[in-house]
Nanobody, 125 residues
């Protein structure tokens, strides 16, 4: 089992920056993909970014809507994933959840086996 705990969600003004964290515990996550999804009010949960958790390298994927603004990274030793969000827009307002699956990145939430509880990010105009 993998337990995931997100943190860092707050109210921020448009144009600002924010960093979210997702701490993993339990079994090893080597060979896993860890991802960020978000769900805006009244909308479905969608993929944001993902990073592979391998010993030697970490490849990343991004949704088109966040490319160039968001960066996913990791602290390998602490089993913690980060999402640096810059140039935030009001449409980035959502509950951000981290997820994990063994294997390569997938964009659909059904492919992920482990989920955190989510953290609210609100971007004001």
């Amino acid at each position: 089992q993998v337990q995931l705990v997100e943190s860092g969600g707050v109210l921020v003004q448009a144009g600002g920056s924010l960093r979210l964290s997702c701490a993993a515990s339990g079994r090893s996550v080597i060979g896993f993909t860890m991802a960020w999804f978000r769900q805006a009010p009244g909308k479905e949960r969608v993929f944001v970014a993902a990073i592979r958790w391998t010993v030697t390298a970490s490849s990343a994927d991004y949704a088109d809507s966040v490319k160039g603004r968001f960066t996913v990274s990791r602290d390998y030793a602490k089993k913690t994933m980060f999402l640096q969000m810059n140039s935030l827009k009001t449409e980035d307002t959502a509950v951000y959840s981290c997820a994990a699956r063994f294997g390569t990145s997938r964009y659909d939430e059904a492919s992920y086996d482990y989920w955190g509880q989510g953290t609210q990010v609100t971007v004001s105009s």
